[in-house]
Structure formats: structure tokens, C-alpha cells
């Protein structure tokens, strides 16, 4: 159950009694995040200090220090929690001291030195853990680069050669491991993870899937639409592509392959429709609570500028499936499918705390009050019926679970805030920013195509957060240089941190896949960067015109959205080559074209691109139903 949950390839497989107590403890812990959050602590320092130290003693007892992790707790993981809990303690009890003392002017004590260093190296060794030793190695260089980089000639030299500056800045402030990704985590994202936990043990993510099969699974192409229909609503509340690619992948992957799909197509649709979720409103993933934390953007605002450019990356997933069925005339679902009253019979209780959590937002409340109005919500609805309703053990699973699957997302965001004190400490950023000004020659398509390329490099083979935080220090002052407003450029970061997922050479959404489907995960990263190819002209296109972000007018607003739907199709019409038949070379440029002239923010280009457009999409759809009514005939 452990190793499924924190998903590190480190499984412990205690016995049935020692889980069931970590379950527990880490319950307890759940509660305890749920009080400090909603009625007691206020102080972020305190909320972090004990949240990290909490976090960790869990962390060393589930996961274990190595692949083949011994089927017990051993005496190195219990000295590792003990002195997690020892440092926990140390911080609280000092925390008045430690907030009043003067940065870089006391000196420590001697026990000050002690736990800090103590913690500087567990975060490391939870990193390790939890992460792996992609993102263990870049902090490491970043913490060297940050201690050996008065050594270096300008410009990247720095002035920093004290060890102790380089403590005080990342342990005893709110500048690094405290910082803001990890209060993040400790608020917002823990509470919306437990929304998550709790509407799927209650059968959510059955109902979820019910209604994807009940909208497309008699379609052509059924079960591959059901996957990307299923995925994008599962993926809105696990903000994660690998876990969303396990838990929904299980189902649809075998029954595409069963239906005659190929391992490759089956995974790959997957991949790229569990990816999306991580930017689907209303939930979207934990980089999203980050993203708002760290630029000082409202999250109500990230969440409405997020809507359309998420729904047409489902649209243009969704499209190529569509396109792909008809050219392969793959069969629908033979499977019996749900009727609407066998899916709203219970499901129906599950849209309230879905509901409750869009209303609360779209009200003005705080992330952390509107994520504990989806815990109660979700709660509250399954009891409504027999079928849905939770038992107590189920509520202190719920709660477990919800911390277990926490783990490598907290270690990822404490490491990250080791990487931002670290920079803001040296000014690396800043230097970073320069460098690829200079690269780009400050031409603005060109550092946005250098920005994408950074951030997807940042991302592979690392959680998403970790992904989104880095290019955020490295490559969000570059675009900040050249005007670009905060909420688009750091969008923009954000959506192609999320795509690294899925992009090749390693693609940790696509291994998920292949372990699922049997196939080479290169493959099926391949195909499944094709199904996306709408997600990486998304970024560009938005930050070019902000209507597709709902930031402009309405009448602006409207055209954008129109001109994004035509550019869609058109997009994902020109990569598949096919319509209702073949598409030539030269209509495929003539779709492309107009699909960017379609999402121009000017409005007589994007009338011309919607209109011719839409005029080829529509003469190839009355030239399929011709077809298809002359087929019928002569049948």
C-alpha cells in the first residue's frame, strides 16, 4: 500500500500491522495539518518548521533509503525520524528566538549549527528519496555553485565564502528550505490533495469515468475518448500526470489494447491526456499554488486565466483521437456502457463539493479555506447515501493516504527551497537572465522560444513543481526584462513544466504508461508529444494575445476564444494529415496559417484566420458526410 502511494520505486513492504501504524500516525499528522491550517498557526516559519519536521519522520520510516528496501523499519531510518522530530522540536521551541535573532550578524550556538546542518542534510536525503537523484544532483550543484562560487571570474563569480551565511539564508529564514514552496505545500496543496484522496475513496473517480464513458464510449474511438475525458476530470484534483497515468491508465490502457489499439497509441493517449490534468482548472496541480504564492497573483485569477487555454488543449488531444479513429475506423467500447441513470444514481453526489469548490473560489475565498470547503464538502456528500458513505477506518485511511501521497511533492518543494534562497543569496538568477538576453539578442520570439526549451530541460526526469520553480528563478527575470506580464510569462513556464512530463528522452508520465501497456516508453513519448502538439503552441499563443486568457474586453475575449477553438481543429487537422480524407501538404500549411492568424490579437487578422479556417474544416466535414451517406447507400 506504501510503496503504491508514494509512487518512488522505493516500496518497504512492511507487514500488514506496521503499515496500518504509519497509516495511522500519518493520519494523525493529516489532522493535525487540517487544525494549524483552518484554527491555530498563522506563523508561516512555525507552519513550515513543523510541517517539514512532521513530514520527514514519515518520510524515512515509509520510503525506504535504497530500490530493494528491507521489509522492515531499519535502525538508520528510525535514528533519521528521531532526529527530524528532534529538529522539528528544537526550531518550535526556539522559534521566537530564531525569528528575533539578526540574519548574518548572530552567530549561532552551538545547537543552532547542530539541527540546522541536521536539516540542510535531510532535506537532501528526502530529496534522494523521494524524487531521486535527478534533482538531489542539481541542488547539490546549487548549493556548491552557492559556497565555491566566489572562486568563479565574473560575471558568475559572487561575493558569498562563508558556510554559515549560507545556513542562516536557507535553514533559519523563510528564504529556503521554510520558503515559499513548502508553506505552499503545507496549505494549500495538502488540503487540495486530501479533496482529491477523499472524493476518490468515495468512488469519485468510478463516477468520473462512468460519465467519460457515457459521453464518447459509443463513439469511434470510444475508449480512447473515454481516457482523455476521464483523465483530464481525474487530473484536476491529483495535479499529478504519473500518478493520474497510474490511476486511470489501469483501466483504459487494457481496454483500448483489447478493442485493437496499439500499446503505443494506447499508452501515448493516455500520457497526454493524464498530463493536461496538471492545468485544469478548478484544482489544476500544486505548481499552480506555487505559481500564485510566488508572483503575488491571486489564485482566483490563475484559475480563470487558466480555463480556455486548458480546454483547448483537451479540445486538441481530443480532436486528433477523433481524427485518428475515423483514418484507422477504430471500433467504439463493446464493453456495456453506463446509462445516465446508473451514472447520476450515485455519482451525482460527488459534483456538490465540486461545485462548492468553484463557488468558494469564484467568492473571493482563500485557497486554503476553499480547499477545506472541498474536504468537508466531499465528506459530507458521501454520506448522503449508503453506497458513497465513508466508514471511520476509510476517513483515517483518507487521511493517511493524503500525507503519504504528499511525500514526494514536499520533498521536491523543500529541496526548491533550497535552489531559490540559494539564488536570491548570489543573484545567479539575475546572471541567468542576462545570459540569455545575450543569447537571444533581447529579440522577445526568440527568448521565448529559449524560455521553453530551458524549462522543458529543467523538467525531465522532475516534478513538475520542482520543473516550474527553477525556470520561475532562472528564466522568469529574462521575460520580466522584456515587459511580459507576470501572470502570461509564468503561465507559460507553467505549461511547459507540465509538458516535460511527457517530452522524450525521459518522460516520467511515459514510463508510467509503458509499464501499463507493454510498450517502449520512447514510443509511446513520441506519439504522445503528436497527441499534444497543441500544448506547446498554447504558451506562445496566449502570451501573444492575452484574450485567450480572458484579460482583455469582451469583445476581444469572445473572438479570442473563437479563434482558439478554429485554431484547435486546424492545428490538430494539419498534424494528423487526415479529415474526412487525406489532407494535402498545401492544405496543411493553408490550416496552420490560419490557425495563428485565428489567435492574433488583431481582430481583422483573426476574422480572416477564423474564416478561412473554418471554411476548410467545414468543407472537409461535408465532404466526410457525403461520403459516409454514399457508403450507407451502397451498403
Given at each position: 500500500?506504501?510503496?503504491?502511494l508514494?509512487?518512488?520505486?522505493?516500496?518497504?513492504?512492511l507487514?500488514?500491522?506496521?503499515q496500518?501504524?504509519i497509516?495511522?500516525?500519518?493520519?494523525?499528522?493529516?489532522?493535525?495539518?487540517?487544525?494549524?491550517?483552518?484554527?491555530?498557526?498563522?506563523?508561516?516559519?512555525?507552519?513550515?518548521?513543523?510541517?517539514v519536521?512532521?513530514?520527514?519522520?514519515?518520510?524515512?520510516?515509509?520510503?525506504?533509503?535504497?530500490?530493494n528496501?528491507?521489509?522492515?523499519i531499519?535502525f538508520?531510518?528510525?535514528?533519521l525520524?528521531?532526529?527530524?522530530?528532534?529538529a522539528?522540536?528544537?526550531?518550535?521551541?526556539?522559534?521566537?528566538?530564531?525569528?528575533?535573532?539578526?540574519?548574518?550578524?548572530?552567530?549561532f550556538?552551538p545547537a543552532?549549527?547542530?539541527?540546522?546542518?541536521?536539516l540542510?542534510?535531510l532535506?537532501?536525503?528526502?530529496?534522494?528519496?523521494?524524487?531521486?537523484?535527478g534533482?538531489?544532483?542539481?541542488?547539490?550543484?546549487?548549493?556548491a555553485?552557492?559556497?565555491?562560487?566566489?572562486?568563479?571570474?565574473p560575471p558568475f563569480?559572487?561575493?558569498v565564502?562563508?558556510?554559515?551565511?549560507?545556513?542562516d539564508?536557507l535553514?533559519?529564514?523563510?528564504?529556503?528550505?521554510?520558503?515559499?514552496?513548502?508553506?505552499v505545500v503545507?496549505?494549500?496543496?495538502?488540503?487540495?490533495?486530501?479533496f482529491?484522496?477523499?472524493?476518490?475513496k468515495?468512488?469519485?473517480?468510478?463516477?468520473?469515468f462512468?460519465l467519460?464513458?457515457?459521453?464518447?464510449?459509443?463513439?469511434?474511438?470510444?475508449?480512447?475518448?473515454?481516457?482523455?475525458?476521464?483523465?483530464?476530470?481525474?487530473?484536476?484534483?491529483s495535479?499529478?500526470?504519473?500518478s493520474d497515468?497510474?490511476?486511470t491508465?489501469?483501466?483504459?490502457?487494457p481496454?483500448?489494447?483489447?478493442?485493437?489499439?496499439?500499446?503505443?497509441?494506447?499508452?501515448?493517449?493516455?500520457?497526454?491526456?493524464?498530463?493536461g490534468?496538471?492545468?485544469?482548472?478548478?484544482v489544476?496541480?500544486?505548481?499552480?499554488?506555487?505559481?500564485?504564492?510566488?508572483?503575488?497573483?491571486?489564485?482566483?485569477?490563475?484559475?480563470?486565466?487558466?480555463?480556455?487555454?486548458?480546454?483547448?488543449?483537451?479540445l486538441?488531444?481530443?480532436?486528433?483521437?477523433?481524427?485518428?479513429?475515423?483514418?484507422?475506423?477504430?471500433?467504439p467500447?463493446?464493453?456495456?456502457?453506463?446509462?445516465v441513470?446508473?451514472?447520476?444514481r450515485?455519482?451525482?453526489?460527488?459534483?456538490l463539493?465540486?461545485?462548492g469548490?468553484?463557488?468558494?473560489?469564484?467568492?473571493?475565498?482563500?485557497?486554503?479555506?476553499?480547499?477545506?470547503?472541498?474536504?468537508?464538502?466531499?465528506?459530507?456528500?458521501?454520506?448522503?447515501?449508503?453506497?458513497?458513505?465513508?466508514?471511520?477506518?476509510?476517513?483515517?485511511?483518507?487521511?493517511g493516504e493524503?500525507?503519504?501521497?504528499?511525500?514526494?511533492?514536499?520533498?521536491?518543494c523543500?529541496?526548491?527551497?533550497?535552489?531559490?534562497?540559494?539564488l536570491?543569496?548570489?543573484g545567479?538568477?539575475?546572471?541567468?537572465?542576462?545570459l540569455?538576453?545575450?543569447?537571444?539578442?533581447?529579440?522577445?520570439?526568440l527568448?521565448?522560444?529559449?524560455?521553453?526549451?530551458v524549462?522543458?530541460?529543467?523538467?525531465?526526469?522532475?516534478?513538475?513543481?520542482?520543473?516550474?520553480?527553477?525556470?520561475?528563478?532562472?528564466?522568469?527575470p529574462?521575460?520580466?526584462?522584456?515587459?511580459?506580464?507576470?501572470?502570461?510569462?509564468?503561465?507559460?513556464?507553467?505549461?511547459?513544466?507540465?509538458?516535460s512530463?511527457?517530452?522524450?528522452?525521459?518522460?516520467v508520465a511515459?514510463?508510467?504508461a509503458?509499464?501499463?501497456?507493454?510498450e517502449?516508453?520512447?514510443?509511446?513519448?513520441?506519439?504522445?508529444?503528436?497527441?499534444?502538439?497543441?500544448?506547446?503552441?498554447?504558451?506562445?499563443?496566449?502570451?501573444?494575445n492575452?484574450?485567450?486568457?480572458?484579460?482583455?474586453?469582451p469583445?476581444?475575449n469572445?473572438?479570442?476564444v473563437?479563434?482558439?477553438?478554429?485554431a484547435?481543429?486546424?492545428?490538430?487537422?494539419a498534424?494528423?494529415?487526415?479529415?474526412?480524407?487525406?489532407?494535402?501538404?498545401?492544405?496543411?500549411?493553408?490550416?496552420?496559417?490560419?490557425?495563428?492568424?485565428?489567435?492574433?490579437?488583431f481582430?481583422?487578422?483573426?476574422?480572416?484566420?477564423?474564416?478561412?479556417?473554418?471554411?476548410?474544416?467545414?468543407?472537409h466535414?461535408?465532404?466526410?458526410?457525403?461520403?459516409?451517406?454514399q457508403?450507407?447507400?451502397?451498403?
Amino acid at each position: 500500500m506504501i510503496g503504491t502511494l508514494v509512487s518512488t520505486g522505493r516500496r518497504r513492504d512492511l507487514a500488514a500491522g506496521q503499515q496500518r501504524a504509519i497509516v495511522v500516525v500519518a493520519a494523525i499528522f493529516s489532522a493535525w495539518v487540517i487544525y494549524a491550517n483552518l484554527f491555530t498557526i498563522s506563523d508561516p516559519l512555525v507552519l513550515g518548521i513543523l510541517f517539514v519536521s512532521g513530514i520527514y519522520a514519515i518520510m524515512f520510516a515509509a520510503i525506504g533509503a535504497t530500490p530493494n528496501a528491507p521489509d522492515r523499519i531499519p535502525f538508520y531510518d528510525i535514528a533519521l525520524s528521531l532526529l527530524s522530530l528532534a529538529a522539528g522540536i528544537f526550531f518550535f521551541v526556539n522559534a521566537t528566538a530564531i525569528a528575533d535573532r539578526i540574519s548574518l550578524l548572530d552567530p549561532f550556538t552551538p545547537a543552532q549549527l547542530f539541527f540546522g546542518i541536521s536539516l540542510l542534510l535531510l532535506t537532501l536525503e528526502a530529496t534522494r528519496r523521494t524524487t531521486g537523484m535527478g534533482l538531489t544532483i542539481v541542488v547539490v550543484a546549487f548549493l556548491a555553485y552557492n559556497w565555491f562560487g566566489y572562486l568563479l571570474p565574473p560575471p558568475f563569480g559572487h561575493g558569498v565564502d562563508d558556510f554559515t551565511y549560507l545556513l542562516d539564508i536557507l535553514v533559519f529564514t523563510t528564504d529556503g528550505v521554510f520558503g515559499v514552496p513548502i508553506q505552499v505545500v503545507a496549505s494549500y496543496v495538502f488540503l487540495f490533495v486530501m479533496f482529491g484522496t477523499f472524493l476518490s475513496k468515495a468512488g469519485g473517480g468510478e463516477f468520473f469515468f462512468n460519465l467519460a464513458a457515457l459521453l464518447t464510449g459509443r463513439t469511434r474511438g470510444g475508449p480512447a475518448k473515454i481516457a482523455v475525458i476521464s483523465s483530464g476530470l481525474y487530473g484536476t484534483m491529483s495535479g499529478s500526470p504519473t500518478s493520474d497515468v497510474v490511476a486511470t491508465g489501469s483501466i483504459t490502457i487494457p481496454v483500448m489494447k483489447r478493442l485493437g489499439y496499439s500499446a503505443r497509441f494506447a499508452g501515448a493517449v493516455e500520457v497526454a491526456a493524464s498530463t493536461g490534468g496538471s492545468a485544469m482548472p478548478p484544482v489544476m496541480g500544486s505548481a499552480a499554488f506555487i505559481l500564485a504564492e510566488y508572483t503575488g497573483v491571486d489564485y482566483k485569477a490563475v484559475v480563470v486565466a487558466a480555463v480556455v487555454p486548458a480546454l483547448l488543449y483537451y479540445l486538441g488531444v481530443f480532436s486528433q483521437v477523433h481524427l485518428r479513429a475515423v483514418r484507422e475506423d477504430l471500433r467504439p467500447s463493446e464493453d456495456e456502457m453506463p446509462t445516465v441513470a446508473q451514472t447520476f444514481r450515485t455519482g451525482w453526489v460527488f459534483l456538490l463539493p465540486i461545485i462548492g469548490i468553484v463557488v468558494a473560489l469564484l467568492s473571493g475565498y482563500s485557497p486554503t479555506f476553499t480547499a477545506g470547503i472541498g474536504v468537508m464538502g466531499v465528506i459530507i456528500a458521501s454520506t448522503l447515501l449508503k453506497a458513497t458513505r465513508l466508514s471511520p477506518w476509510q476517513v483515517i485511511e483518507g487521511l493517511g493516504e493524503t500525507t503519504l501521497r504528499i511525500l514526494p511533492v514536499a520533498g521536491a518543494c523543500a529541496a526548491a527551497g533550497l535552489v531559490i534562497g540559494g539564488l536570491s543569496m548570489t543573484g545567479l538568477g539575475m546572471k541567468a537572465a542576462n545570459l540569455i538576453l545575450v543569447i537571444s539578442n533581447s529579440q522577445p520570439i526568440l527568448t521565448l522560444v529559449i524560455a521553453a526549451v530551458v524549462t522543458i530541460i529543467l523538467g525531465l526526469g522532475m516534478p513538475t513543481p520542482s520543473a516550474y520553480i527553477l525556470a520561475a528563478v532562472l528564466v522568469g527575470p529574462a521575460l520580466a526584462q522584456l515587459g511580459y506580464p507576470v501572470l502570461q510569462s509564468h503561465m507559460f513556464l507553467l505549461y511547459f513544466a507540465v509538458l516535460s512530463a511527457l517530452t522524450p528522452p525521459i518522460a516520467v508520465a511515459a514510463l508510467s504508461a509503458a509499464a501499463i501497456a507493454h510498450e517502449d516508453p520512447f514510443k509511446i513519448a513520441f506519439t504522445s508529444v503528436k497527441l499534444a502538439s497543441i500544448g506547446f503552441m498554447l504558451p506562445f499563443a496566449f502570451v501573444w494575445n492575452p484574450a485567450l486568457m480572458l484579460l482583455a474586453d469582451p469583445l476581444s475575449n469572445t473572438l479570442a476564444v473563437v479563434g482558439g477553438v478554429i485554431a484547435t481543429l486546424s492545428v490538430a487537422t494539419a498534424v494528423e494529415a487526415f479529415a474526412s480524407k487525406p489532407v494535402s501538404p498545401a492544405e496543411r500549411v493553408l490550416l496552420l496559417g490560419s490557425a495563428v492568424a485565428a489567435v492574433a490579437p488583431f481582430q481583422l487578422l483573426a476574422v480572416a484566420g477564423i474564416a478561412l479556417g473554418a471554411a476548410m474544416l467545414a468543407r472537409h466535414l461535408v465532404a466526410g458526410r457525403r461520403a459516409s451517406v454514399q457508403q450507407n447507400a451502397a451498403g
